[in-house]
Structure formats: structure tokens, C-alpha cells
């Protein structure tokens, strides 16, 4: 069974950090390019940022560049998301999503498998 499971999240102060992790079983992550989006209570679900097979680029939107970074081990089967000067705003359910059609896109159509997303709040 084809299955994405998003761990890392939880309650941080502003300023914080946390590192979120996007783990596969049943399908080995490498041929795809692996995105993290994000939904806040009420909004639609953005996202965030992209990582190619290889790891060789990496996309990021104006919100959270500088600030996030996604890398990935391919032995591990298992994506990361660090996150550092938290804001209130970054407050929202993190989703990581494989694309089967080759290169990133921040469009949430273009995703073919979702995780079940884990909870962050930033708030003091």
C-alpha cells in the first residue's frame, strides 16, 4: 500500500524551528519530485516548496524563502522540510505531496499522492 507519513510538527514559539519529515512506504520516492504544501484553517492549501528526484533543485515561494529548506535522502526514503524563524502566519497543516510527471510545480493539481499532514502552530 502506497503511503506518505508526515511527522515533526508541533507547538513553537515565533522566531523557532522545526524540521518536518515526509517518510514513503510501499514505493521508493526517488523518480519523483516531491512538494510541501500547507493549509491554514479557512485558506486554500499553498505551496511552500519543491524538491527534484536528485535533489539537484529546489523551489521555494516568496513567503518562505530564506527561511525554509527542503532536502531529501533518497537511501531513506524520506523528504525534510526545516523551518527556522517561525511566524505566526507559517501556523497550518503541512502536507507532503509526490508529482509522478518529471520536475516541481507549486500547483496543488499537479500532485498525485498526498500525506495525512501534521499540525504546526507558531504562536507565543
Known amino acids: 500500500q502506497l503511503q506518505l507519513v508526515e511527522s515533526g510538527g508541533g507547538l513553537v514559539q515565533p522566531g523557532g524551528s522545526l524540521r518536518l519529515s515526509c517518510a514513503a512506504s510501499?514505493?521508493?520516492?526517488?523518480?519523483?519530485?516531491i512538494g510541501w504544501f500547507r493549509q491554514a484553517p479557512g485558506k486554500e492549501r499553498e505551496g511552500t516548496s519543491c524538491?527534484?528526484?536528485?535533489?539537484?533543485?529546489?523551489n521555494y515561494a516568496n513567503s518562505v524563502q530564506g527561511r525554509f529548506t527542503t532536502t531529501r535522502d533518497n537511501a531513506k526514503n524520506t523528504v525534510y522540510l526545516q523551518m527556522n524563524s517561525l511566524k505566526p502566519e507559517d501556523t497550518g497543516v503541512y502536507y507532503c505531496?509526490?508529482?509522478?510527471?518529471?520536475?516541481?510545480?507549486?500547483?496543488?493539481?499537479?500532485?498525485?499522492?498526498w500525506g495525512q499532514g501534521t499540525q504546526v502552530t507558531v504562536s507565543s
Open positions: 505531496a509526490v508529482r509522478r510527471v518529471y520536475g516541481c510545480s507549486g500547483s496543488v493539481t499537479s500532485y498525485d499522492y
Open positions: 510501499g514505493f521508493t520516492l526517488n523518480p519523483y519530485a
Open positions: 524538491i527534484s528526484n536528485n535533489g539537484g533543485t529546489t
